[in-house]
């Protein structure tokens, strides 16, 4: 059974292989076509068809070596394959074919930018195919391991090393986040990628806001291990009461932010998924919502109103301490400069 197992391993990377190849190759060549083309466009009227016999010479020269490897790399493309590259290799056998064909017996005498165009337009599909299906394929064994769930790349960018052209990027980021067996998540908007987790590992930011609030509350059942001593007239029961309102608070905060109509963010949609991504910041902000109302409940100002609103603004709430200690510094710094003025 292992055995059988490693030889599929070995025809996937095989294929996977081959088809990078292609796509890479495709790629050079396009953009080596399109750099004669401008320079063509951009040559003066009497010059052109020197410009364009030069191309021609250049591509021929330069590039046969690209050409073969596109057609070692088909043919090492197996007749019989897995079923998710089946599709991939009927589609791009007889393009490949067709544009060798095409570069290795042009038209004579003349070249025109036409030929050109319809070279690339030959390779496109040819890199199309071979790149989309190289970059989904591999994605998880190439972009994803090794990385933390909640590391993020810049899309377009890292797509561009493998897909030319922006049509080819737009297919893949949808493929993405349909597929279950690629674990990232594309914010297309906003022109990033996720790293998430599989399976039940996605949860774990709820557990954890789940921990954190149980942490808060044992805290506040032990509460004379702080020094914070309880308000007067004010029972156990209400204090629990007054904790719970600044988590009821927190939770009406995040599920408002994603009904937003205006918010940038797609994994919004999904509230397990956004806590995944942006664990870090959920614990951050949870952790605050619990010194919020200790901070309340020191100040002897908890009721249901300050709880629910403590939580609701739990976004403020580091920005606001920030503000404060800024503000008391600039007091003492007035303060320093008067009584310098005052000693003159």
């Not at 056998?93 to 319809?118: H, V």
């Not at 990027?169 to 998430?196: G, M, P, Q």
Request: aromatic share 10%; with cysteine; glycine share 6%.
């Amino acid at each position: 059974m292992n055995s059988g197992l490693n030889k599929n391993e070995a025809l996937e990377n095989k294929i996977t292989l081959n088809l990078a190849v292609i796509a890479n190759e495709s790629k050079t060549i396009l953009m080596a076509i399109e750099g004669i083309i401008k320079k063509v466009e951009n040559s003066e009227e009497s010059k052109r068809k020197e410009t364009l016999e030069k191309g021609f010479k250049d591509l021929k020269q330069d590039f046969v070596d690209n050409f073969e490897r596109i057609d070692n790399a088909e043919k090492g493309l197996p007749p019989t394959s897995p079923k998710k590259f089946q599709w991939a290799i009927a589609e791009i056998k007889d393009p490949i074919k067709e544009t060798l064909k095409f570069f290795y017996n042009p038209p004579s005498p003349a070249i025109s930018t036409n030929w050109f165009n319809e070279l690339a337009d030959k390779l496109k599909s040819v890199h199309s195919i071979a790149g989309r299906v190289f970059v989904l394929e591999t994605f998880n064994e190439v972009t994803i391991k090794n990385r933390k769930p909640g590391w993020a790349i810049e899309l377009h960018e890292f797509l561009q090393g493998h897909l030319l052209y922006i049509e080819d990027r737009k297919k893949v980021i949808n493929e993405i986040n349909s597929r279950d067996d690629i674990n990232a998540f594309v914010d297309d908007r906003n022109n990033i990628l996720y790293i998430i987790a599989g399976g039940y590992r996605k949860w774990r930011g709820i557990g954890l806001l789940l921990l954190t609030f149980l942490l808060g509350g044992l805290i506040l059942i032990n509460i004379n291990i702080i020094p914070i001593s309880m308000p007067k007239d004010t029972s156990f029961n209400e204090l629990m009461l007054f904790y719970i309102l600044c988590w009821v608070g927190f939770t009406i905060h995040i599920i408002m932010k994603s009904k937003d109509v205006r918010k940038e963010n797609p994994c919004l949609d999904d509230i397990v998924l956004w806590t995944h991504i942006k664990e870090r910041g959920f614990i951050t902000s949870a952790v605050a919502v619990i010194a919020g109302y200790f901070m309340l409940l020191g100040l002897d100002q908890l009721n249901w109103a300050s709880a629910i609103g403590s939580g609701f603004a739990v976004d403020s709430f580091g920005s606001r301490i920030i503000k404060h200690y800024y503000s008391e510094l600039e007091k003492v710094a007035k303060g320093l400069e008067e009584i310098k003025l005052e000693s003159h």
